[in-house]
């Protein structure tokens, strides 16, 4: 079974950068690593995913380790938009989601 | 396209009696998932397919029935509602190593 483990929580200042850091223990050469969000009584929302290359879209970053144990989001601007629980994940068919890190923005 | 849509949003049950939560998906997706959110915490998944006939278990399924049997939809079963089944669940697709997309949720109570 896939094992992830993500900080409880983590806080950040308004227009300053916030690292996420997750740790993909049992992860294989195949499995993409995601990264989710999710605001109070909302679904899940994608951020980000990537395989071995570090990947950036609108949203964020995503810096994945040599060895692809361990992954970082990265919100180079946080804003108060972007407080939210925060989930990272591997395996394509069957993910399986960390404990997730709540964000805490502050202005 | 609808995405992933869930029935019904809100539904209360009795200890003991059975219902099936609905889940489609319009975006000829070939995996399927079921999780359930409990309050103040993370999503954990109950059961999965990878296709039309397919289906597995995931970290949770006990008390849960799933079955696959159009790549369109993938119906969540409670074969006896019991408290601790008080959760909201939702229902995601994806194909390949897209990303998921998840349905809206469906909150159930079990009294």
């Known amino acids: 079974d896939a094992k992830t483990t993500q900080p409880n929580s983590m806080e950040s200042n308004e227009e300053e950068p916030v690292h996420l850091p997750c740790n993909h223990s049992?992860?294989?050469?195949?499995?993409?690593i995601h990264w989710y969000r999710q605001l109070p009584s909302q679904g899940p929302e994608y951020v980000i995913h990537?395989?071995?290359s570090n990947v950036n879209n609108r949203m964020a970053s995503l810096a994945i380790a040599e060895d692809r144990k361990s992954s970082t989001l990265i919100l180079h601007r946080a804003t108060l938009r972007d407080a939210a629980v925060y989930y990272c994940?591997?395996?394509?068919?069957?993910?399986?989601f960390g404990a997730g890190t709540r964000l805490t923005v502050k202005p | 396209n609808a995405g992933v849509t869930q029935t019904p949003k809100f539904q209360v049950l009795k200890t003991g009696q059975s219902m099936t939560l609905q889940c489609a998906q319009d975006?000829?997706?070939?995996?399927m998932s079921w999780y359930r959110q409990d309050p103040g915490m993370g999503l954990r998944l109950i059961h999965y397919?990878?296709?039309?006939?397919?289906?597995d278990q995931g970290e949770v399924p006990n008390g849960y029935n799933v079955s696959r049997s159009t790549t369109e939809d993938f119906p969540l079963r409670l074969l006896s509602a019991a408290p601790s089944q008080t959760s909201v669940y939702f229902c995601?697709?994806?194909?390949?190593?897209?990303?998921?997309?998840f349905g809206d949720g469906t909150r159930l109570s079990i009294l």
């Open positions: 995601a697709s994806s194909s390949g190593s897209q990303p998921q997309h």
């Open positions: 049992t992860i294989s050469g195949t499995d993409y």
């Open positions: 990537g395989l071995t």
């Open positions: 994940g591997h395996n394509n068919n069957d993910m399986r």
């Open positions: 975006m000829n997706h070939e995996y």
């Open positions: 397919s990878v296709g039309a006939g397919i289906t």
